[in-house]
């Protein structure tokens, strides 16, 4: 998955990225780099990244109050 997918899947991967250090969501790369390379380009742990994308709660679909 590329770091823009799970963006647009769940706005709240960016602070995840954030807490990881990896603060570039916003670069060109974005888009087609996959979270394991960019978390390796970076010197960070993709496994913990996942793992705490992994955590994230599901959000609640409009209309499923």
Known sequence: MS???ALQADPRARDV???HGLAC???MGV???S???GAK???IDPRA???????LAPLAEPGND
């Open 3 to 5: 770091i823009l997918e």
């Open 17 to 19: 990225f954030a807490k």
């Open 25 to 27: 969501t916003g670069c």
């Open 31 to 33: 888009s087609m780099e």
């Open 35 to 37: 979270i394991e390379n």
């Open 41 to 43: 380009m970076h010197s």
């Open 49 to 55: 990244i996942l793992d705490d994308l992994n955590k």
